[in-house]
């Protein structure tokens, strides 16, 4: 069998392990939703003692983990751990993040749901620990499959849009695996598998490439450099959109106390403004990534083509993604274009990068489509 | 990154320019008394109104967004930039809406006013945001950092502790200093208390109004290569040569203040290489292209030898010469009725799909009577029902050319000008159909003469350029990165400490002033009871013990300050617990 083979066979391996993943990470929905354990739905929030000031209406702030954790077991009026919660959920010590760290390894992490100080572990939390460890193989799979490919090929081994998919797939993933190590990201587990799977399907199904050699154009250092920046900014919109669609969730059903859809999957999930912390963390993180991968793909350009900005399709949609996250960011910096709106912009921003992957190559012509569709 | 522009949102115009105006002291006496009646503007008043409109962050988001969908229509409709030929085929396809959207300016969308009228408003929309901040930056950076509050308790990471150590505070300076804290003393209430502030992340505004500011670089250095540079394309059959002068271009565009000649450097294309994959899903795609160039820099120049390809362009005289596209020009030769050749050399088809079905056209106005042939060049020539004679691979395994000859008048002598790669047919008598492997010869009917395949060359298609501000936008380019991720990654943040007298049991009551941050009840001795300072002052046996209190503030969206706040407790000897809120 050739490496490319053992590649294929990993990638294959990679899904199915992610198709696991993503199931398991429903699971812990699932079992959010059916009240039990992990999960508690806000109504029956409200009737518990604990929870109730969290769930009376006010951002949920941070679940009973944190709220034991915080007051030392203790929890002396609803009003000042409400209050307290929430001061908490604006900024965490490096204690209480070294305290979640230490729980984290110890595997039973307690910040997403609540309960953990119980000690129990809630079918909801052991789905998801499972999709975690399964994401992690997933990943370790895939990462080695796209190396394979790229000893066989002997060069970076995105070179075509088959490849770019997978690697895609595996900065999607890699992302979040980042985010994970500091912070508990399970809830973003569900959207995350299901975008690094779609990205894999859509690659082994329809871009499928099976020829080592690169188009003359894409023989050049710029390739590795142009190229990876691009793919790990899509890997992170992709996590910064996958954050704001559940800040968006999340938002609803504290606005909305009886959200039918909205509601249970909030119960599984941080409150609003931590979810609108990490998506702008993330896509804040990626803005500067995402201008040098633009500015290496012009001065690539100029030696390439001969001039280092053309308005080829790839570069207007590159320049339009630009814009709407630079909007962005303008828009949480300014009064009355926060929260919703601001969200809104970024999935907007998140759709031009989605247009500007596959929409450009797929059906413009342009000097990019290159790229062995 | 982000500028928060302004106090607020912009809200009610003429209030707000009546607030201003009335504030300067302007001719606008008693406009506040008018306002229940509606201000009237002057001239003066719109101009004020309008320009904070403009650099209103709102009014940049708008444009922002304006710019974004503007750009869209360059993406779906053919560029007449870009591909002019692309353009013209989309109007014939289109003549209903074509009109139209030419007019819109459709087809040039990034020439066009509107897109132009949308960025020059968001640039002057920048620059007046950005200006009036790099003075307030400059102002902040040279004022001292506000004293600290009075209860500093109240502050996020806080903390409080008791020591015996009177150097407290001048240790906690030297820290502070060490790790590039802009340290501020506070007063002096003691020799051994007081207060300072201490600041850093000064860098985050700075790489902010350092990223706006080469953004507006960049756009000067486009408009410098626009205004200054100049660029052409040109097409060389392998084995001739290209002079650079205006005459030679296929297409060229100076720009518009782009003054002085042509760099007088020539070249000859003495061989064009080009291999594409032959077998695999990629069947047909290009491996790798080389055109060797002989060139000399100037006339007098002694020749070089380059290989250029598309990676690597040649540069030479302060231009660029790049490889663009390649196609292949077969050697025809034509004889006329009395005998003559009146054509013999090779002719530029341009490619039509990807495996290089090429057409083209030879016209022989010198002929008797005047001869015109349409051609397709087949490199690997295959003909079936549904796409007639086409090429199945782009390399020349199996070259073919399926010409049609035509007498009359070509009209050439006309004056209107003609494409040399299309030939206008109506007025003119077919003479037939012939299909010629390279070394065929087709008698044309009648005795009007032959056509002879003689063999095929390449060509190769060069853009020449000449960007007087590429550079600049480089550098501008390199500036907006550092800058935008300073502004993204700096943290604005303070820190202050406050050393006071510990009042209580042995305490002489030095400062009583100071005491009104205590936190009341219990909680201060709680933390004494865990602090690691080596003096107790409930032991009794020691004067003075000073309180020290550290409180940090992040000046920015989601940064912890948490950790600055507790190293330097650590070093100063504080809890290592966050307690004291």
Redesign the interface.
């Known amino acids: 069998m050739s490496l490319a083979q053992w590649s294929n066979l990993l990638v294959y391996a990679a899904m199915a392990i992610y198709t696991m993943a993503m199931i398991s990470f429903a699971v812990s929905f699932a079992a959010a939703r059916a009240g039990t354990g992990a999960a508690t739905p806000a109504r029956e929030r409200a009737a518990d003692p604990v929870l109730a000031p969290v769930a009376a209406g006010e951002p949920r702030g941070v679940p009973a983990g944190d709220l034991g954790d915080a007051a030392g077991g203790q929890v002396a009026t609803p009003a000042d751990a409400a209050a307290r919660a929430r001061?908490l959920a604006r900024?965490?010590?490096?204690?209480i993040e070294a305290e979640m760290a230490a729980e984290a390894r110890r595997g039973r992490r307690g910040r997403a749901g609540g309960a953990s100080g119980a000690g129990l572990l809630p079918p909801g939390r052991r789905s998801a620990n499972i999709g975690m460890s399964l994401t992690w193989l997933a990943f370790g799979l895939l990462v080695v499959g796209i190396v394979l490919r790229g000893v066989w090929a002997g060069r970076a081994p995105w070179g075509n849009m088959y490849e770019y998919s997978l690697a895609s797939a595996a900065a999607i993933t890699g992302v979040f695996l980042a985010v994970s190590v500091r912070r508990d990201v399970r809830w973003l587990g569900l959207l995350v598998s299901m975008a690094s799977l779609i990205t894999l399907g859509v690659a082994v199904l329809l871009l499928?490439?099976?020829?080592p050699?690169?188009?003359?154009?894409l023989?050049?250092y710029?390739l590795v450099i142009h190229v990876a920046a691009a793919i790990i900014s899509g890997g992170a919109f992709t996590v910064g959109a996958a954050a704001t669609v559940l800040y968006l969730v999340a938002e609803r059903a504290e606005r909305v106390p009886d959200a039918r859809l909205a509601g249970p999957i909030a119960a599984r999930l941080p409150d609003s403004a931590a979810l609108d912390?990490l998506a702008?963390?993330v896509n804040?993180?990626v803005?500067?990534l995402w201008?040098?991968a633009v500015?290496a793909g012009?001065?690539?350009a100029?030696?390439?083509?001969?001039?280092?900005?053309?308005?080829?399709?790839k570069e207007?949609?590159a320049?339009?993604t630009w814009?709407?996250y630079?909007?962005y960011?303008?828009?949480?910096?300014?009064?009355?274009?926060r929260g919703r709106r601001a969200a809104v912009i970024g999935l907007v921003g998140f759709a031009?990068f989605l247009i500007n992957f596959f929409g450009?190559n797929l059906f413009?012509?342009?000097l990019h489509s290159y790229a062995?569709v | 990154?982000?500028?928060?522009?302004g106090a607020?949102?912009v809200t009610d115009p003429p209030e707000d320019v009546d607030d201003e105006a009335a504030a300067l002291g302007a001719d606008w006496g008693g406009a506040r008394r008018r306002r229940a009646t509606g201000p009237r503007l002057g001239m003066i008043g719109w101009l004020r109104w309008g320009w904070r409109q403009l650099t209103s962050?709102?009014t940049?988001?708008v444009l922002?967004?304006l710019?974004?969908v503007a750009?869209?229509p360059?993406?779906?409709l053919p560029?007449r930039?870009?591909d002019p030929l692309?353009v013209t085929a989309w109007i014939d396809a289109h003549p209903g809406s074509a009109a139209t959207l030419d007019r819109l300016g459709m087809f040039d969308?990034?020439a066009s006013p509107w897109f132009s009228a949308i960025y020059l408003l968001l640039f002057v929309s920048l620059i007046g945001c950005v200006l009036p901040r790099v003075a307030a930056h400059w102002r902040a950076m040279r004022a001292p950092t506000p004293p600290a509050p009075r209860r500093l308790d109240r502050l996020?990471?806080a903390r409080t502790w008791t020591t015996a150590d009177p150097g407290v505070l001048a240790a906690a300076a030297t820290a502070l200093r060490s790790e590039r804290w802009r340290v501020t003393p506070g007063p002096q209430t003691g020799d051994a208390t007081g207060s300072l502030a201490a600041e850093r992340g000064f860098a985050r505004e700075t790489g902010n109004l350092v990223f706006h500011i080469a953004l507006v670089l960049i756009l000067v250095g486009?408009a410098l290569g626009a205004l200054l540079g100049w660029?052409g394309t040109v097409i060389v059959r392998e084995g001739t040569g290209f002079a650079n002068t205006l005459t030679q271009y296929d297409t060229f565009s100076p720009g518009r203040l782009a003054t002085g000649a042509l760099p007088p450097f020539s070249f000859t294309l003495s061989d064009f290489d080009v291999t594409f994959?032959s077998t695999?899903?990629?069947r047909g795609?290009?491996?790798?292209?080389a055109a060797a160039l002989a060139y000399r820099p100037e006339p007098d120049a002694p020749v070089e030898q380059r290989v250029v390809?598309?990676?690597?362009?040649l540069r030479v005289a302060g231009a660029?010469v790049?490889l663009?596209g390649h196609g292949y020009a077969p050697h025809l030769r034509l004889t006329d009725s009395t005998g003559r050749v009146v054509f013999d050399d090779t002719v530029v088809f341009l490619p039509q799909d990807g495996n290089f079905t090429s057409t083209g056209v030879l016209k022989a106005p010198d002929a008797q009577p005047q001869i015109g042939v349409q051609a397709l060049f087949l490199p690997t020539a295959a003909v079936n029902a549904a796409l007639g004679p086409h090429s199945t691979f782009p390399a020349p395994d199996d070259p073919a050319l399926f010409a049609s000859a035509f007498t009359g008048d070509l009209g050439l002598d006309s004056g209107v000008p003609r494409s040399i790669y299309s030939l206008d047919t109506a007025d003119l008598e077919q003479l037939g159909l012939a299909a010629l492997r390279p070394g065929d010869s087709w008698e044309l009917p009648d005795g009007q003469g032959s056509l002879e395949l003689v063999g095929y060359e390449r060509w190769a298609s060069f853009?020449?350029?000449h960007?007087p501000g590429?550079l600049l936008?480089?550098a501008a380019?390199?500036l907006?990165?550092v800058g935008?991720?300073l502004s993204?990654?700096v943290r604005r943040r303070r820190i202050w400490v406050r050393v006071s007298v510990e009042p209580g049991p042995g305490a002489r009551g030095q400062d009583a002033g100071q005491d009104a941050g205590r936190p009341a009840g219990g909680e201060a001795r709680g933390i004494r009871a865990e602090s690691r300072g080596p003096a107790d002052p409930g032991t009794g046996d020691v004067d003075v013990a000073y309180r020290v209190q550290v409180a940090g503030l992040?000046r920015t969206?989601?940064a912890?300050i948490?950790?600055d706040v507790?190293r330097l407790v650590a070093h100063l000897g504080g809890p290592v617990?966050?307690e004291g809120r």
Not at chain 1, 329 to 336: D, F, I, P, S
């Open positions: 001061a900024e965490r010590s490096p204690q499928y490439n099976d020829s050699q690169l188009v003359p154009a023989k050049s710029w912390a702008y963390r804040a993180f803005f500067p201008t040098f500015i012009a001065i690539w100029e030696d390439a083509w001969g001039r280092y900005w053309g308005w080829d399709p207007t949609w320049f339009i814009l709407v630079a909007g960011l303008h828009a949480r910096a300014t009064a009355g274009w031009a450009v413009a012509s342009g062995g | 990154m982000t500028l928060a522009r607020g949102p962050m709102r940049a988001l922002l967004f710019l974004a750009a869209i360059g993406s779906v560029q930039a870009t692309a969308v990034f996020p990471h486009v660029k994959e695999g899903s990629q795609a290009p491996r790798s292209f390809s598309v990676n690597s362009p660029k790049f663009v853009t020449i350029s960007d590429k936008a480089l380019a390199v907006a990165i935008v991720s993204l990654f992040s969206e989601s912890d948490g950790d507790a617990d966050e």
